[in-house]
């Protein structure tokens, strides 16, 4: 049931323009309800819940929200460590249509605050955004990121780890590093797939239809264990 909840709640908190703003937001960023399609838009958004930490009363469009899940919440990281643009190759064949595709969702949490997976990733330039999210791009690999969601749609029957999509982005991954982060003398990068640990190296892990993974470094952040994917992933 857990996760079933968490599910309700990431559709409940959108956070697509979250990063952009520089607005703190909730851990619970929503995922798409559109078919991912390059023409696909984002479907709606919410206002942003406060850290855990802030006194703040909470906006009223969180009632609905069970108290665990708003315990749960993080913001999202703002500055230069947090905010990590795509510099990293097009994986596998470019293609000019996006296609059928399975989801993947991954959580990266630094600092005890959400670091976004941009869009672009496995896209290539030029690329159209609307409302932050990619509707039109010269072509993709395969795997891409359409929005800063975490939603990572990889063309069926693709063999790829968390090692394909760091090397896309262009950011560090180990047992020791997280993008710009390092791990704390004595600990390492903690990963969760589908809410149970990973014992394996963090790039080995397999990008496999609706995997809920989860990295931390830094303060433990309870993992989901499910996501809402969209319809047709």
Do not use: Q
């Not at 996760?3 to 309700?8: D, E, F, K, L």
């Not at 959580?107 to 955004?129: D, H, M, Q, S, W």
């Not at 590093?177 to 990963?191: D, N, P, Q, W």
Request: charged fraction near 15%.
């Amino acid at each position: 049931m857990r996760g079933v909840t968490a599910c309700v709640g990431r559709a409940v908190l959108v956070a697509l323009v979250a990063a952009a703003s520089g607005c703190g937001a909730s851990r619970l960023a929503a995922g798409a309800t559109a078919a991912p399609t390059a023409s696909s838009a984002p479907i709606a958004s919410s206002a942003p819940v406060t850290s855990p930490a802030s006194s703040a009363a909470l906006p009223s469009s969180t009632a609905s929200i069970p108290g665990s899940l708003l315990r749960e919440a993080r913001p999202i990281g703002t500055g230069p460590r947090f905010t990590l643009a795509v510099s990293g190759p097009v994986v596998g064949n470019c293609e000019k249509s996006l296609g059928p595709r399975i989801g993947v969702h991954v959580e990266v949490f630094a600092a005890n605050r959400v670091l976004l997976l941009p869009a672009g990733i496995g896209v290539a330039r030029p690329a159209t955004k609307l409302d932050g999210r990619i509707v039109s791009a010269r072509c993709y690999g395969e795997l891409a990121t359409l929005d800063p969601t975490g939603l990572v749609l990889v063309r069926p029957g693709s063999r790829l780890t968390l090692a394909d999509l760091f090397r896309s982005w262009g950011e560090p991954l180990s047992r020791t590093r997280l993008t710009s982060f390092t791990a704390a003398k004595g600990t390492e990068v903690a990963v969760f797939v589908d809410g149970s640990p990973w014992r394996g190296a963090p790039s080995a892990v397999p990008l496999t239809r609706h995997a809920e993974i989860v990295l931390e470094v830094g303060p433990h952040v309870p993992p989901h264990s499910s996501y809402a994917f969209p319809a047709g992933t």
